[in-house]
């Protein structure tokens, strides 16, 4: 980020970014319906690349002689990419289905949060940081893909139009769950609540690092 000062207290700055989330996990276990018996065992692996752009504005005093407090907010920008990758085997007809999707999209938000700076020696201090920002992408639309092998033989389905919904699996017990499906929305017995979800990217961060001054 660079900040340029307007007299000893306003400044602007603007920077930019890059983070990524991602997570694995997988469920493993056995059913009875239909007769036999059989095993079952899905990977899911969710991930999310963001590249955010901001310009705050910015208000500095000094507390101390070595040490600064700067205020600052504004708006924030930001790049995204979500990505899913679903991996499951079943000993029921040998089956074996892999289905990704992948979709990107921008959002435009907020951030706001303080930076404490500690003046090392002249022109260096070490800074710790901590800001909100608050921003999420509604109607995540993008290629689905699905191949399903089974002893039965292989089915392969793709669109470029599917969107990620939320809705609620009410067979048995209730059940939160995401999907993919077009714009028509998930639909059929079992199923209540559904609407396009959204991808939330607010929340903290904390940093700590070296600030030049020229």
Known sequence: MIVNYWGSHIGIGIGGGFYRVTNTSGVTGAASVPDPTYQFSPTYAPKVSVIPFFINLHYKVRLASRLGLDLFAGPVFQLVQFGFRREATSSLNSLSELETFNASGTTLGLQGGLSLSFRIIRGIALVADGFFRSSKVSNITGNWFLNSTSSSGTVTS?????YLWYYNDTAGSVYNRIGFFDSSRPAGEG????????????GLTAMIGLKLSL
Do not use: P
């Open 158 to 162: 793709s669109s470029s139009s599917y």
């Open 191 to 202: 199923v209540s609540g559904a609407r396009k979800a959204d991808l939330n990217l607010s």
